[in-house]
Nanobody
Framework: QVQLVESGGGLVQAGGSLRLSCAAS????????MGWYRQAPGKERELVAN???????NYEDSVKGRFTFSRDNAKNTMYLQMNSLKPEDTAVYYC?????????WGQGTQVTVSS
C-alpha cells in the first residue's frame, strides 16, 4: 500500500503563487507515473500535469508556462509550483501515483484564487 499526503493549498489573490507538495510513503518500488489532477465545483476531475516513467512531463494546456511539476526521488515527494494563478484555477487538487496496476490518490487540497 502507498499513502499520499498533500499540503500547500490555500487562498491566494490572482497573480499569486502556491506550491503544492505530495509526500508518498509505504511500499514504493516501481512507479509508472505520477500526476496532479484538479476538480472544480460542478466539473469533472481533470489532469493538470503528469510525469511518466520515461521522464516526459505533460501539462494541461491552460497551465502551460505557469505550472511546473517536479519530484524529489530521495524524499518520495512530488511538487506542483503554480505561478500567475487565475480564479479559474480554483479547485481541489489531488496528487496521484500509479504503481504496477494500482492507482493511489491523495486526500486533496483546496486551492482558491480570488479575483
Amino acid at each position: 500500500q502507498v499513502q499520499l499526503v498533500e499540503s500547500g493549498g490555500g487562498l491566494v489573490q490572482a497573480g499569486g503563487s502556491l506550491r503544492l507538495s505530495c509526500a508518498a510513503s509505504g511500499s514504493i518500488f516501481r512507479i509508472n507515473s505520477m500526476g496532479w489532477y484538479r476538480q472544480a465545483p460542478g466539473k469533472e476531475r481533470e489532469l493538470v500535469a503528469n510525469i511518466r516513467s520515461s521522464g516526459s512531463t505533460n501539462y494541461e494546456d491552460s497551465v502551460k508556462g505557469r505550472f511546473t511539476f517536479s519530484r524529489d526521488n530521495a524524499k518520495n515527494t512530488m511538487y506542483l509550483q503554480m505561478n500567475s494563478l487565475k480564479p479559474e484555477d480554483t479547485a481541489v487538487y489531488y496528487c496521484t501515483m500509479r504503481q504496477g496496476v494500482d492507482d493511489y490518490w491523495g486526500q486533496g487540497t483546496q486551492v482558491t484564487v480570488s479575483s
